[in-house]
């Protein structure tokens, strides 16, 4: 069993605290995606989890295992780094064995291997190169097999694709995935990219200023945002935070809950936005973005930005005026002084 | 009309440039000239002036010169292996770990560069002389051994090396001093062909510290013995004399020519330049 717990974990440097209070656990076989803001803490965290750095107090356990204060070679993990930490002096293959090597794993074990990982990653052709005769993809292919020779159940991910172009990180994040539950590895894996972490994850942590902002499925985050910074920060493109205004209340008032209300922010998907001929909140065209399958208008409502999807190509054009709605069931209530979600029970009727 | 025409400035940088060369050439080829020639042409130019070895013959026999060649090989490979290991750990000492103090040491190492080892001819020889080592090749090679900018240059190196490969190999289990080995030491190749060459070269070269410490043909190099062959007292023969000091020079002359190549790169690789 593999399974990887923070309790209560902080790290801090002199003054500065990278984190605080880190809690979760991340099942056996799962993968677990960390993903935040760069500086959000995420690769700190990953680094207590494999020893590269120690929490300042706290607990991390791997398979039940108190393994805090023990150094990375005790914790059974193997790591793929950003830059993929390819030895240039070495070979593709004494690369990939390079850790076998250090454990003094049997000569004929290293062959059977070997050659595994390079039939599962498609290098038994590339074993005799240097790390700089290689492609992107090929390098960040050596650095995945050094972890898989090590036959250990816990992989730890430092943004293995961000210096790869999107249709390869596209190839790879898929590549990843598959390998992972092949394998039935236990994977944490850090990026910056929502894109990446919705599309490969089992569950998604996604952190800021060195909290957890929300730990969920990537459905959770999607649909039910904890916060208004989750809500801004997943979906492509993300959710329009809101501050309700008086033309906003003129229009949507019956949507927020009754009474008096104290300031709230209003969350509301990009694609979930409609064009109304009646009603709606009033706003002119920025500028238009086709992307082909949809097209994004960026409006100005007031003193607020606002992104609305479109399908295909749009009649639209810069400077004209709409007016935006949408079905009460497609907002999102967050509290506007802590961000926090605010229970869905307690919001109005449709209009 | 301009004065300064496009190019004017590089063509007179490359004037300079073969003045300069030629300067430092004429020398050479002065004691190529009369090591190769017979005693009468050896100060005027003559096109189809017979050749001769018979020089070097004199030279090798009326001093002992094989011997002197053995005492500046051991010496020059003592002290690089020395250099080597000792250089290598404080170098790593410095870039990787942290430890109170640190800086401190580290500018006492760098004043060092800034003292000519000449001013401590006398005080370096009073220890010597405690050590009871007067008159050996270690005696020659020790205060050398140490050397700051060995230190400096390879720490330099060390610390350019990529902090992730350091970290994959701590994953992997590696012992402090594996990664000393595995990792550094191979990515700071260049820095290492670098500093032996220009360790070697000096040391081959070098002349007051050896002449002052040694007395006897046992312990002195090539050059102490070069200079008391052609001391005036001896009475000046040119043509021996070159021919001593071309047999000196050569085995320097030749790895430098079939390392220019490697030498030149290695110097841009460690970023001296």
New interface residues.
């Given amino acids: 069993m593999s399974t990887i717990t923070l309790k209560d974990a902080c790290k801090s440097w002199g003054s500065t605290q990278a984190l605080t209070n880190i809690n979760f656990k991340c099942e056996n076989g799962k993968l677990l995606v960390l993903l935040g803001p760069s500086g959000c803490g995420k690769s700190t965290t990953l680094r207590l989890i494999a020893g590269l750095d120690t929490p300042t107090s706290g607990i991390v356990e791997i398979g039940g295992r108190d393994v805090s204060n023990l150094p990375p070679v005790k914790r059974n993990i193997s790591m793929v780094f950003q830059n993929y930490a390819l030895f240039p002096h070495l070979s593709v293959e004494e690369n990939i064995l390079f850790g076998l090597k250090a454990r003094k794993v049997p000569k004929n074990e290293q062959k059977k291997r070997l050659e595994n990982a390079a039939d599962l990653l498609g290098l038994s052709n590339l074993l005799d190169r240097k790390p700089a005769q290689l492609s992107g993809g090929q390098r960040q292919r050596v650095a995945l097999g050094r972890s898989i020779v090590a036959q250990v159940s816990v992989c730890l991910m430092d943004e293995p694709l961000s210096n790869l172009d999107a249709k390869l990180r596209q190839e790879m994040r898929q590549e990843i995935r598959a390998l992972q539950q092949r394998l039935k590895m236990t994977m944490i894996y850090v990026t910056h990219d929502q894109v990446e972490a919705m599309t490969i994850a089992d569950r998604i942590i996604l952190m800021k200023d060195g909290v957890i902002e929300q730990h969920g499925t990537p459905e959770d985050l999607y649909n039910r945002p904890a916060t208004a910074f989750t809500g801004s920060f997943i979906g492509n493109p993300p959710m329009n935070i809101l501050t309700p205004d008086i033309e906003f209340m003129e229009e949507f008032s019956s949507m927020l809950p009754p009474g008096s209300t104290p300031s709230y922010l209003v969350g509301i998907r990009p694609e979930n936005i409609v064009i109304s001929k009646k009603s709606g909140l009033k706003s002119s065209v920025l500028a238009i973005e086709y992307l082909g399958a949809d097209s994004l208008l960026q409006c100005q409502s007031g003193e607020q930005a606002i992104t609305v999807t479109v399908k295909g190509k749009t009649e639209i054009s810069k400077g004209d005026h709409l007016k935006l709605n949408w079905e009460s069931k497609h907002i999102h209530l967050f509290d506007g002084k802590n961000g926090k979600r605010i229970i869905d029970s307690a919001r109005g009727v449709t209009p | 009309m301009k004065f300064w025409k496009p190019g004017t400035g590089r063509a007179i940088e490359t004037i300079g440039a073969w003045m300069l060369g030629g300067v430092w050439l004429l020398p050479v080829l002065f004691a190529f000239w009369s090591a190769f020639h017979p005693a009468q042409f050896s100060t005027s130019f003559e096109l189809f002036a017979p050749l001769t070895m018979d020089n070097f013959v004199r030279a090798w026999s009326y001093a002992p010169f094989p011997r002197y060649l053995l005492n500046t090989f051991v010496l020059v490979t003592l002290i690089l292996a020395a250099q080597f290991v000792l250089c290598t750990l404080a170098a790593y000492g410095f870039a990787r770990f942290e430890f109170y103090g640190k800086n401190v040491v580290f500018a006492l190492v760098l004043l060092q560069l800034m003292i000519m080892p000449e001013v401590l001819l006398v005080e370096n020889y009073r220890t010597i002389s405690i050590l009871g080592l007067l008159d050996t090749i270690p005696a020659i090679g020790l205060p050398y051994m140490a050397s700051a900018f060995g230190i400096f240059l390879l720490r330099q190196s060390f610390k350019t090396i990529?902090k992730?490969?350091v970290?994959?190999?701590?994953?992997?289990?590696?012992s402090a001093v594996?990664i000393l080995w595995?990792?550094y030491v191979?990515?700071a190749?260049s820095t290492y062909i670098a500093y032996g060459l220009v360790s070697v070269s000096y040391h081959w070269n070098n002349f007051l510290w050896p002449l002052v410490i040694t007395s006897s043909v046992n312990s002195r190099p090539l050059t102490v013995g070069l200079a008391i062959f052609g001391a005036p007292e001896s009475g000046v023969d040119w043509s021996i004399i070159t021919a001593a000091t071309v047999m000196t020079m050569a085995p320097l002359l030749v790895a430098f020519i079939l390392f220019q190549r490697q030498f030149v790169q290695s110097f841009m690789h460690s970023g001296i330049k």
């Fill in positions: 990529p992730e490969l970290e994959a190999a701590q994953v992997e289990g590696v594996g595995k990792v191979p990515l190749r």
